[in-house]
Structures are given as C-alpha cells and as structure tokens.
C-alpha cells in the first residue's frame, strides 16, 4: 500500500491479512482529519456499474412520471420500492456501437464510447470505471474491483473479438481489466496481503486485533463493529459451505504446496448464490473502503447462462434475449432482482445520517435495448444519492436531443466522484440533470 492516505487509514491485522474498516461516528478510521466524523458528508462516494447483456424485452422495459409514483414496466417491477431515489434514463446511445457488427462491437465499448478495432484484433478505449479508478485509487487498498459471473469468451465472432462481448472494463485500450470470477478469489482480494499457508479464515487471523480495538469506540460502534465482522464471517461461511458442495471450482491451499493437480476451471453450479455472493463482497469492499469503484458483470453479452431455478432451462440466455415472450420477461426481472439485492443491502448500513447507498451511485446498464441489436436508445437506470449529489426520483428522456452520447452520463458519473474532465469518448458536456 504504497499511498500515504492508505497508511494512514485504519486497519484490523493479522499474519497476511488487513481488513479495512467501516465508516464510525466515535473515531476516524478513514483518514487523520479532524473534522467531526459524525457529519455522513465524510463518508467516500462510490460508484458501481452492473451489467447484463442482450438488453431487456422489448416492450417492457419503461418509466412514466416522476418521484414515487413513477409507474414502471414489468422488467423493472423489483425496483419499484426505490422508484423515488431512481434515476431511469432514455435515449442514450454509443455512436461507435452502430458503425461495426453485433455483440461485440456494440460491448467492448460501452464504457468509453471509442472506435474498436476488428479483425479479430484488441483495441477499445479505457473505460469510466478505470478513469475514476486511476485518479482515485490510491486512497483505497485496490484502486478498483471487477466481478464477473460467467467466464471470458476468446473467440471471435462476424470478425470482432468476444473478449469485447466477455469484458465491461478496460484499464487500457488494449487492456481489458482482469475479471475475477471465483467469489473465493475475489473475498481474497479485499483481506489477503500474500497467499496464507493453511486454511485460517481471514475473520479468525484479526480477531484479536479487533478485540483491542473495540475497548476505544462508542456502543453503538462496537455494535457496528459486531455487525460488520458477523457479515464477513457469514460470507466465509457461506463460501466454505458452497465449496463443500462441489459448486466452487479451484484449488485452496491447505499445504505448503498443492497434493493434487490444479482442478479444471468452473463456476458455482448454483447461479443464484454466485450473483449474491459476488454483490455481498461488493457491498464488503464498499462498507470498508478497501475501494471505491467496482462493475460486476452477471453475464456476457452472447451469454451462455440457463436458468433452471426458474423452470427456464431449454434455452441459453443469448437465444433466449431472441424471442421476447415470458420466460425472457422472467429471466430480465430476475437480473433486476440482483440490482435490488445489492441496492437493499447498501441501504441498510448506516453511514452517519445517510446510507451506503446514499454514499453510492449505482448504475445498471447493457449493451442493447433488446434482444434484437437495437443499440440506439440504451437502456440506463441508476440508484443512489452519489454522497447527495444526485436527485432521486427522475424519468429522463433525450430521444429527441441531438447530443445524447452514452458518455455524457460517464462525464457525469466522474463528476459526481470528483473527477473532472472536459471531454471523455464522443461527448464534451456532462447531462445537466445527473
């Protein structure tokens, strides 16, 4: 941790563990200022962008009114208790997106609106989440966390990449950010300094350091503490559990070095516990700083996901995206139900007088409307008050403004976490109302 504010900052450690703490109304555990740590405005903004792929059914994805009595399409039934704090945006689109093929060249590019090379060749442009990373992430343990739930697809496809199709974030234009599919790898990522001989639990490696550090803060930190700890035991609890299950692919290390060959690459079988999973250790990394900007992809864009706890498992979701009827309409509102999952969840730690997800911007997006390529108007709907600086509550349309580029929403996004830029992709003026 090379930057002086991440040494400063307080940490719980153990032998090759540091885990970051969360927000306290009794101590500073986030910086050495002074200031009242009481007052919710000390607390970071944080960005996360969720995707899926193949867009949303096609008739049933729309917002009419405003505030809470907004009235919402089937597709976005799971977020009608948040319809207040919601932004539902309309009419954006990436120009680049529209110059090139399906899928893939209307993905490797959606968050940075840049020309893609094709060809079977690698070139896009660094993403939103990267830019606001590369300024920011040096306050933070990692400068960024991206998730996925399906693996990386190399192959091409009408002479475009599938790494674009496989990859939302880019650190470079020729660098897609490594995408870290195990749930066990990625809870690793936040609390593990170096690879642990034996298979202590990162929770069992601080406790002491957390008992000591319980004597100086407040009642109701403590409580917060114990809240905060009880979370990270029951996500390594629910890792072991899905390991033992054989739903969890990849080796642990239990010696000094591996007894068996390295097990063949896998996901969970389970895909319900995987998404949930990936969205608790989002919420993880975000209640304890250890970063401020993450995207967690659901599926690719040409996924191969099924959906049999649904009773949908006759056909891949890419298919599926094809023909628009109910089980299309289920399995969209089922994606939406993780959006839900992760905003609920955000919303119940309190942050001062605001929430997680008062202290967030939340955005969920994909790289077409529907399921037939239509990339001209994407659909956009975000949730969170970005540390009181987005208003809740708003239906944008800008079908009918000329200068509707997708990046105008991300010059937005970048404001709201402190970035400034004046142009970014295809765009050189924020959206007003974001």
């Excluded at 907004?70 to 704090?85: A, C, I, Q, S, T």
């Excluded at 079977?120 to 343990?141: F, M, P």
């Excluded at 649904?310 to 399995?331: A, F, K, P, Q, R």
Aim: proline share 5%; charged share 20%.
């Amino acid at each position: 941790m090379p930057s002086t504010s991440v040494q400063r900052r307080t940490f719980l450690r153990g032998i090759g563990v540091s885990m970051a703490l969360p927000w306290m109304e009794s101590r500073s555990v986030w910086s050495e200022s002074p200031t009242s740590t009481s007052d919710s405005a000390s607390a970071p903004t944080r960005m996360a962008i969720l995707f899926s792929g193949c867009g949303y059914h096609s008739t049933e994805w729309w917002a009419e009114g405003q505030g809470s009595e907004m009235k919402l399409g089937r597709v976005l039934h799971p977020l009608n208790e948040f319809r207040d704090r919601m932004v539902f945006i309309n009419g954006l689109y990436n120009a680049e997106a529209l110059k090139g093929n399906i899928h893939s060249s209307q993905t490797g590019n959606l968050l940075s609106g840049a020309p893609l090379s094709s060809g079977g060749k690698i070139r896009s442009g660094t993403s939103v989440d990267q830019v606001v990373a590369q300024h920011l992430g040096r306050q933070t343990k990692l400068p960024s966390l991206v998730l996925g739930c399906e693996k990386s697809n190399p192959s091409v496809h009408k002479n475009y990449s599938m790494l674009y199709s496989s990859h939302i974030s880019w650190s470079s234009p020729t660098t897609p950010t490594p995408l870290e599919v195990y749930p066990a790898l990625a809870f690793d990522q936040l609390f593990k300094d170096a690879a642990q001989q034996g298979d202590k639990s990162v929770l069992d490696a601080v406790l002491e350091d957390a008992k000591d550090f319980r004597r100086g803060i407040s009642h109701r930190d403590q409580q917060k503490l114990d809240e905060y700890l009880h979370s990270v035991r029951e996500v390594e609890s629910r890792l072991d559990r899905a390991g033992q299950r054989g739903e969890l692919q990849g080796w642990r290390p239990t010696l000094e070095k591996p007894n068996m060959a390295r097990p063949v690459d896998g996901y969970p079988q389970d895909i319900v516990e995987h998404m949930r999973l990936m969205c608790d250790i989002l919420v993880l990394a975000f209640q304890t700083d250890t970063t401020r900007v993450c995207t967690l992809k659901l599926n690719n864009d040409h996924g191969t996901l099924r959906f049999p706890h649904l009773g949908i498992d006759y056909m891949i979701h890419h298919l599926l995206s094809h023909t628009d009827n109910e089980d299309w309409l289920t399995v969209n509102q089922f994606f939406l139900e993780q959006f839900r999952y992760l905003a609920a969840k955000m919303d119940s730690i309190e942050e001062g007088e605001r929430t997680l997800l008062d202290n967030s911007m939340l955005m969920l997006c994909s790289s077409m409307r529907n399921g037939q390529h239509d990339a001209s108007r994407l659909p956009v709907v975000m949730l969170g008050g970005g540390g009181g600086k987005i208003k809740g509550g708003q239906n944008l349309d800008y079908s009918d403004n000329p200068d509707r580029q997708m990046c105008r929403l991300y010059l937005s996004m970048m404001k709201v976490m402190g970035v400034n830029r004046e142009t970014f992709g295809d765009a050189t003026a924020p959206l007003a109302e974001v």
